[in-house]
């Protein structure tokens, strides 16, 4: 018997895109910018007024500069700055606004949000959950198996695997290898020197996967693109970085996160307007949330 979908919220995402986006005309008692967050809670409200998800979790990240990737590879991530005080505040206020909608938010020190994320899909479809990933992020799009989705709510319809094969070109398990191949400039993992998007979309169009490509050594010159005469000797060259990258790529998903409770508790509606006074939203918020814990009415 299929249970009720499992909606995994990749948290990080949505709050970035609400503290470039929305002016900065919401502060807290402390003199704090509260944008970010008032933009993630509106989600969230919206969220849950539409889709009344019964199992729900938020995934944060809080592993940057300490994620065992920089294990295998230092300069991971190396390109991002970490957050000052004041959006900080913004991510842990995002943080207890998420557990006072009823939501469980799971955080690491050792894993990103995706093997969160990853984690607990691979847990929910065992259990008997659609899963549906809540996210803007591609990268995700690797985790999607059976009847799973992806959805960027706000923005655009949710896609299934056969979604992401005729947008990306690609199967969803054979995205980290693409991103292997070719790289990835925003979390600062270098690809193939000379192997762009469309030579490693033909490359696993016609091999599968990147064993198969490595273990074809002068057959990748079949591939009908431009310069694949010169593949094997490119790839050859770039062997050690494409060892090291595709130990980056993948999802893990067997992240160390302990028993964690999906099913979503009701609003604590006498936190939430406590916290809504502090973070200066008014009381428009509190409305919303009472008609949410009293759906039959």
Same mark, same amino acid.
């Given at each position: ?39 993630? #809670? ?26 065992? &990737? ?20 913004? #991510? ?21 949000? *995706?093997?969160?994320?990853? $984690? ?23 985790? #999607? &198996?059976?009847? *799973? ?20 070109? !690609?199967?969803?398990?054979? #995205? ?7 790289? *990835?400039?925003? *979390? ?10 469309? $030579? ?12 198969? !490509? ?42 160390? !996160? ?29 409305? &919303? ?9």
């Amino acid at each position: 018997m299929m249970l009720a979908p499992l909606y995994l919220v990749d948290a990080s995402i949505y709050i970035f895109r609400h503290y470039f986006v929305l002016p900065e005309r919401w502060h807290s008692e402390e003199g704090y910018p509260t944008q970010a967050v008032y933009g993630f #809670l509106s989600f969230l409200l919206s969220l849950l007024e539409q889709q009344q998800p019964q199992f729900i979790v938020a995934a944060f990240d809080e592993s940057l500069g300490s994620c065992f &990737r920089n294990d295998i590879y230092p300069a991971y991530k190396a390109n991002r700055a970490l957050p000052d005080e004041a959006l900080a505040f913004q #991510l842990n206020a995002c943080a207890e606004v998420t557990k006072l909608f009823g939501i469980t938010g799971l955080a690491s020190n050792s894993h990103e949000a *995706d093997d969160i994320i990853g $984690t607990l899909a691979r847990r929910g479809r065992t259990a008997g959950h659609q899963v549906i990933v809540v996210s803007r992020d591609k990268d995700l799009a690797q985790l #999607l &198996r059976h009847e *799973d989705l992806i959805w960027d709510f706000g923005g655009g319809d949710a896609r299934d695997r056969e979604g992401v094969r005729q947008e990306m070109g !690609i199967w969803p398990e054979q #995205l980290a290898d693409y991103l292997a191949l070719v790289g *990835d400039p925003v *979390d600062n993992i270098p690809g193939v020197p000379g192997v762009g998007a469309k $030579t490693a979309l033909a490359l696993l169009a016609h091999f599968g996967n990147l064993d198969a !490509i490595l273990a074809a050594g002068e057959k990748v010159a079949e591939i009908p693109v431009r310069g694949a005469a010169k593949l094997s000797a490119k790839i050859t060259a770039g062997r050690e970085q494409l060892d090291i990258a595709r130990r980056l790529t993948p999802i893990d998903e067997n992240a160390p !996160i302990g028993e964690a409770q999906s099913e979503r508790k009701p609003i604590m509606l006498d936190g939430l307007a406590d916290f809504c006074q502090r973070m200066g939203f008014g009381k428009a918020p509190l409305g &919303r949330a009472i008609k949410l814990n009293q759906p039959d009415t």
